[in-house]
Structures are given as C-alpha cells and as structure tokens.
C-alpha cells in the first residue's frame, strides 16, 4: 500500500483507505461520517471495515430512542429481583469497547444522544445515570453515523461531526464498477496497528498541516489532530515509522478536504527575475563587521536513505504545500473548488429548520422519565417503575394477607412516567386580499409563494393555509395542510374581485391560528393587502367603521401572540398599511411589484427556527 498521488485517488480507494486508518485505531479517530444515496455502498464499505477489524472488535448498532440506562449502564431489573439486591447491568456503549458503533439516521439524533456519545467520545468512559447502579466502564469506541438526510436542511450535529476523522460520500457508481477485493489487506492492518505508536512526524509537516486548514477555512484545531493521526497512520501503513510529504497529502485529503469552506487565497506574485538583491551595506567607520556565515553542514550521500523528520528547506516546504493542495482539491465539498466563489459550509447543529420540539403530551419521542401519578393522565412506563422499586424489596414488609404472590412491591413514590417530546411544526396562513381590479396578479403571485412552501413542507413540517376575502366575507379555501395535490386544487378555484371585507379575513386567520396553537405548531400570519378596507365586520359598506374594525380584530390577533408578516401590495407604501401592521406587530414589507420567489423569502425569514 502506498499513500502517493493522493489527488488521484478514486473515491473508493479513498473510502477504503479510510477504512483501514479507523479499523487501526478507532477510538483515537473518532469514527466516519457516511452519506450516500444508496445504503448497498455503504454496506460494502462497513463490509470492507469488518474484514479489518481485529476479530474480537464488536460491532453494534445503535437505535435512536435507546435510554440512558441501557446506553451507559443501570439496573439489571431480572437479576436484581431474582436476588433481591441491586445489579448493575453494562451499558451498550461499554459492550462496544475496542470496536465500533454504528448509527443509523444520525441527522435524526437527539440532543441528548449526541451529548451523551460525543462526552464518551472524548472521555472514553461510560458513566451510569439516574438511579443506576455501578462504576464507570471503559468505552473506547469509533461511531460510524450514517448520515441519511434527503435535503440541505437536515445535517448530521456539528458536535458529533466534528469528532470524527473521516466524511464520506460513497458514490454508488463507483462502488458498483470497483472489484471486491480490497485496496488494503487484514494482515497489512494489523502490522500497521502494532507499529502506530511508533510512528513520528516532524513539527515542520504539523505546522504545514495547521496552515493548510487555516487556507481552505476549517475551523476547527481537532481536525488537524485528526489529519496528524491520518498522516502517522498512512506511514505505518507503508511499514515505515515517520511521515513523508505523500502520507500528509493523503491525511489532507481524508480529513482537511471535505471540511473546507473556502477556496484558499493565491499567493503572492514572485519578484521579478531581472531585480538585482540589494548590496550588502558597508559597515560604518569605527564597528566590526558581522561575523561569516557558518559553513553549510556537507550533504548526505547520494546513496543514503533519505530522512523524513529531518528539516525542510523553503523549496521542500512549497513542494509540501501545492502536494496537499491538489490532494485536498480532489476531495472538496460539491460546489466548492480552487477556482469557484467562496460559501460558507452547511451548517450542521441541528439538523434544518423544524420548529420546536414539544414535551409534555402522550405521543413522540420518549427522552427519559419522571415521577407522577399516572392517573393525573401520564403514561406509566412500567419498567422503569420496576426499577425503581427493586433495590428496596428488602426493606419493604409484606402486605397483611400476602401469602409469598406478590413478587414485587411497588409504592406510589416508584411510580415513573414516560417524558415524550415531538417536533413542532409550522402553520403558514396566507392571507390574501381577492378583491379590486389588480386581484388576478395577486393571485398569481399567492399561489406560486405557497406551492414552494409546500414543496419545503414534507421536510420541515410546515403546514400552509389559504384566506381568500372578497365582497362580504373572508373565506378558508385551504385549511392547514401538506398535501399538495388538495392544495393545488384550492388554488385553481381562488376567487377576485368585490369589496374588501378586511376585519373578517383577519378573525378567519385568528381562528385558524387557535386551531394550530391546539396541535402544537407554531404559526405565522402572512397578509397579502393594501389594507384599504371597506366592508365591516358586520358585511356593511363604509370606510371608516371598516378601518376601525380591521384594527380592532388585528388587535386581537396580536394577543394570542402569533408571528405576523404584512406584504403591502400597493403601488407605493400607505399609512393605512402601515397602521395596521403596528396594531398587528407586524413585520411591514412594502412589495408592490414582488413576485412569488419574494414573497417566500420574505415569509420564510419571518418563520421560527428550530430552537429559536
């Protein structure tokens, strides 16, 4: 095996080469983060990873709603009941010690998960929680999370990816032409394991390293740690005991190259050839002149090995430099290459915008326990109310009248209920003025703004809404929804034309954001008007009264605390329109001549954020 031409590398040699650097220490790299379109290649890939692996290494599987109690240790609930005294039972996390955890779904991990595995990561132990009984065990691991988002908006936790050495992105095409057998061999690894500890790099190569992070804008200092790790790890794979320029242009490549954010800046021209060095100056009358240079030490011999950890000259340095730069090049985030404009990296913390999670109620995610009644309407989890009552059996007297049935006695203070969160979703209300002249472009624009709101609701969880008010009255055509099929159906039948009964389209909206506000969404009201309105509330003509009422009811809103937005659709901005919008407290955007794209950025930066 041989870590040269790291810029040639295919995308398969490069995942197996990862591979074999996780494989020789998992622990000390973290692990991978893997995404691809196709779980067969990633399948292959843990394939190739279990056949280098030390046979004893243990690979699991983590599932996403795991408790803290089976995830880091607790109570051994059948064996403490069988032997009336607590036992403590091992975590899965400490049955993983020495290999590998894989997690399926990352991007959909919780909070508490990902700070449960990132403080292992760097502790390397597994500390019991809650009322579990045992000391802390060893849990030197990798985790392979398995990033399986469909959009930009759902990202693996920043926290969590910023531990891991290697990001994949295995191409299915290539894994399906690639031959099976592997770019590194068991035995090859297993050398290479032996001999890592052995392994050294020059403070020269590790500062080469730092510069080339800080030029393509990675962050973070543990990712050059990560790439010190890699390089060390190629030269043992090479059966040699100390980096050379390939084995850092391989590093940069594994762990440099996919966290790049920006293109690094060109450097300076170099001076002109024909420019004469300036004459050394003559020293003045009465000092000593500076003592001669040193003699230059004599060179190695033509046929000595060459040393890797001896110093670089400037030539040597700049060599190192567009060496890790090309490899690096090969490797770069879509989109993001030496010659493209800089952009900022995904950002990864909490996996796209999707309101707030929700605890509280009787469905979702369940994150832990508490203790209640379950008769005040909780769900009782029954064994971890078991566990609760265990380790005191002992202490616990029988019953009058027990005749040795009842195995375990369970008291109102055992009792734990299940905490159970769900995302919040977002409501998006559109509420659209359908009546004058101009109406048909509104309704153009309306219905072009929700049906890319639809296309993002699936991923987000947002729901969109229709107010259409004309003549007499305002009118729900779309209640809340994601089913685009219904909705693009209501859109084609939206109305135009009439008075504008404004006081009625915003009690419509109210109502509908109660109704939301039931569910657990957040909501967002957004006002497509030029606020001229004319019929009251009661469906009579006249201005004034129908002012009056409009901002009466827009009052009214605003107390029920909903997020709003009001898009002024004339010509020029009014002071009508820009009352309203104060007695809503409501973001004013004068847009006479927007267009769909507009109107979403303008609702979609209006929208609540996921831990906003």
Not at 378 to 386: H, I, P, S
Not at 461 to 479: H, N, S
Request: contains cysteine; proline residues 9%; charged residues 25%.
């Amino acid at each position: 095996m041989t870590a040269s031409a790291a810029s040639e590398m295919t995308g398969v040699i490069r995942a197996q080469l990862a591979a074999a650097l996780l494989s020789m220490d998992p622990a000390g790299f973290g692990g991978a983060l893997v995404r691809t379109s196709r779980y067969d290649a990633v399948e292959r890939w843990l394939a190739d990873l279990r056949a280098m692996l030390p046979p004893e290494a243990p690979i699991t599987r983590l599932p996403l709603g795991i408790p803290d109690d089976r995830l880091l240790g607790g109570l051994d609930l059948a064996m403490t009941l069988a032997q009336g005294r607590p036992v403590a039972e091992r975590g899965l996390l400490a049955r993983t010690d020495g290999g590998v955890l894989i997690l399926p779904c990352a991007e959909r991990a919780s909070g508490a998960l990902i700070s449960r595995l990132t403080e292992v990561l760097d502790t390397r132990i597994a500390v019991p929680r809650g009322h579990a009984v045992g000391a802390p065990q060893p849990a030197r691991l990798g985790v392979i999370a398995l990033d399986e988002g469909d959009g930009e908006d759902e990202h693996v936790a920043a926290s969590l990816g910023d531990r891991l050495a290697f990001h994949l992105l295995l191409e299915p095409g290539e894994f399906a032409a690639a031959p099976n057998e592997l770019f590194v061999d068991a035995a090859t690894v297993a050398r290479a394991r032996a001999a890592y500890a052995q392994v050294e790099i020059s403070d020269q190569r590790v500062t080469s390293l730092v510069a080339l992070a800080a030029a393509f804008g990675v962050p973070s200092l543990r990712a050059v740690a990560l790439a010190v790790r890699a390089a060390r790890g190629c030269a043992a794979l090479d059966d040699r005991r100390s980096v050379n320029d390939d084995d850092c242009a391989a590093a940069a490549a594994l762990v440099l190259g996919p966290r790049a954010t920006q293109r690094p800046l060109a450097p300076p021209p170099p001076p002109p050839e024909d420019e004469e060095p300036a004459a050394p100056e003559e020293p003045n009358e009465g000092e000593e002149p500076d003592p001669p240079d040193p003699p230059e030490p004599p060179s190695p011999p033509d046929d000595a090995p060459p040393d890797d950890n001896e110093s670089l000259s400037e030539e040597q340095m700049r060599e190192l430099e567009e060496l890790m730069i090309r490899a690096v090049q090969a490797t770069l985030p879509v989109g993001l290459t030496i010659d493209a404009p800089m952009r900022t990296a995904r950002a990864g913390a909490t996996g796209g915008r999707s309101g707030n999670d929700r605890s509280g109620g009787l469905r979702g995610r369940q994150v832990g326990t508490r203790r209640g009644d379950p008769r005040a309407g909780g769900r009782l989890d029954l064994l971890e109310t078991l566990r609760a009552a265990a380790p005191w059996q002992k202490l616990r007297p029988a019953p009058a009248g027990d005749t040795g049935r009842v195995r375990v006695r369970v008291r109102s203070d055992d009792f734990r209920l299940r905490r159970l969160v769900e995302p919040a979703g977002t409501t998006a209300i559109f509420v659209v003025d359908a009546s004058g002249s101009a109406a048909i472009n509104r309704m153009a624009e309306a219905k072009g703004a929700v049906e890319l709101l639809l296309a993002e609701a699936y991923s987000r969880r947002d729901e969109v809404g229709l107010v259409a008010f004309r003549g007499t009255q305002a009118e729900v055509l779309l209640p809340p929804t994601r089913a685009i099929a219904a909705a693009k159906r209501a859109l084609v039948a939206l109305p135009g034309g009439g008075g504008t009964p404004l006081a009625s389209a915003i009690d419509r909206a109210r109502d509908l954001v109660t109704q939301a506000r039931r569910t657990g969404n957040d909501t967002v009201v957004v006002f497509l008007t030029d606020a001229r309105a004319n019929i009251a509330r009661d469906g009579t003509p006249g201005r004034p009264q129908a002012e009056s009422d409009a901002l009466a009811s827009a009052q009214a809103l605003r107390a029920i605390g909903a997020t709003t937005l009001l898009i002024d659709t004339s010509p020029r901005p009014t002071e009508i329109a820009k009352r309203l919008a104060a007695a809503l407290g409501a973001r004013y955007v004068a847009l006479p001549r927007t267009d769909a794209q507009g109107i979403h950025r303008a609702v979609s930066a209006a929208m609540p954020t996921a831990g906003a």
